[in-house]
């Protein structure tokens, strides 16, 4: 009998664990496991799962309107096993888990983000912060997808070490070379005169897009065939782009929004560029790699330094240093050689995940 496995998350149409954890369904074995889908709210899909996965919508709205449907859900579902993402889901399934009928689920919980640096982000950050403890110790596992964030998850938040355990993101470099070839036609990144820098992720504080701005800006003024294209979506996206107009940026940036297939994208950059401030293990980081792209990235915690080996297979700049991140972005930009080897070292680097 096939044991079934809900993974529970918020939605599908952005975040790099949404991502992970629709791969990571669509990847398990389906002749022994059923998996399951769990999506707290509505809205569009961009991360459709594999056709064996079955998708069911709790139908909340918010969090604090998701308790008592998730609980519901799960009852009606009866899992085997409840594997939950981010903090606030994590929680709402250890006390689904707890309401739950002998014999109760076996209960995952997953850290993809720094949480010292995440949870006061949160409007209900306060309270989220407070019951994590809890959570990991309610958890049969917890699993992080960084040594730093595991590190973490024991030193600041009680995490029974003996429960957690690092398994990063899985990524599955073949299928991302072959979405790489749905490519639809651009200006700049199909045009070999010019010198194209890609960024992607959530336009939200913590990746630091006015810094990246900060720093294109300094780059561009070098650089008259210098170009950055930023794919993703969010709440600053308004605020961003009249940031980019201040700088003078308008005819050198683009914000092209969120895209269902961002890989055509990111393979014609000439680089990668993040300038988080914090992260938990940066998927696009490998997606990058995976298509030969070289990185330029802050050396946040936690996850590029990880990935990257300290700056064997990429570019690291001290977090928060426009002027360090320009100077690591004009170096790559104008030495073809250097871009080159970088981008050979990539798709062996992604094999080991």
Avoid at 43 to 67: F, M
Wanted: aromatic fraction near 6%; charged fraction near 20%.
């Amino acid at each position: 009998m096939r044991r079934k496995i809900a993974f529970v998350v918020p939605l599908l149409s952005s975040g790099g664990a949404e991502r992970a954890t629709a791969l990571l369904a669509s990847s398990i074995d389906a002749q022994r496991y059923e998996p399951v889908l769990v999506l707290q709210s509505p809205g569009p899909r961009i991360y459709e799962p594999a056709p064996h996965v079955r998708v069911v919508e709790v139908g909340a709205a918010n969090t604090a309107k998701a308790l008592l449907p998730l609980t519901r859900t799960l009852r009606a579902e009866r899992p085997d096993l409840v594997y939950a993402i981010l903090p606030h889901l994590s929680l709402l399934s250890a006390f689904a888990v707890r309401t739950m009928r002998s014999p109760r689920p076996k209960l995952v919980v997953s850290i993809h983000n720094n949480l010292g640096a995440e949870l006061p982000q949160w409007s209900n950050g306060a309270l989220l912060t407070r019951l994590t403890p809890w959570v990991y110790r309610q958890a049969d596992a917890v699993l992080a997808v960084s040594r730093g964030s595991a590190d973490e998850a024991v030193r600041d938040f009680g995490a029974p070490a003996g429960r957690v355990q690092v398994i990063p993101n899985p990524v599955d470099g073949d299928a991302i070379r072959a979405a790489a070839a749905d490519r639809e036609p651009h200006p700049w990144l199909d045009d070999p005169a010019l010198r194209v820098v890609v960024a992607m992720g959530r336009l939200t504080p913590q990746k630091n897009v006015p810094l990246l701005l900060e720093a294109f800006a300094i780059v561009a003024a070098a650089d008259a065939a210098a170009r950055l294209v930023i794919l993703g979506d969010g709440e600053l996206r308004a605020d961003l782009e009249a940031r980019a107009a201040g700088l003078g940026l308008t005819e050198v940036v683009e914000f092209a929004g969120a895209q269902a297939a961002p890989h055509g994208f990111l393979a014609r950059a000439d680089v990668f560029a993040s300038s988080s401030d914090y992260e938990g293990f940066p998927l696009a980081h490998l997606e990058a790699l995976a298509l030969g792209v070289p990185v330029v990235a802050t050396d946040c915690d936690y996850g590029p330094a990880e990935i990257l080996e300290g700056g064997r297979l990429g570019v690291l700049a001290p977090v928060g240093d426009a002027q360090a991140f320009a100077a690591a972005l004009a170096g790559l930009l104008a030495d073809p050689a250097r871009r080159a080897e970088l981008g050979a070292a990539g798709p062996p680097r992604v094999e080991e995940y």
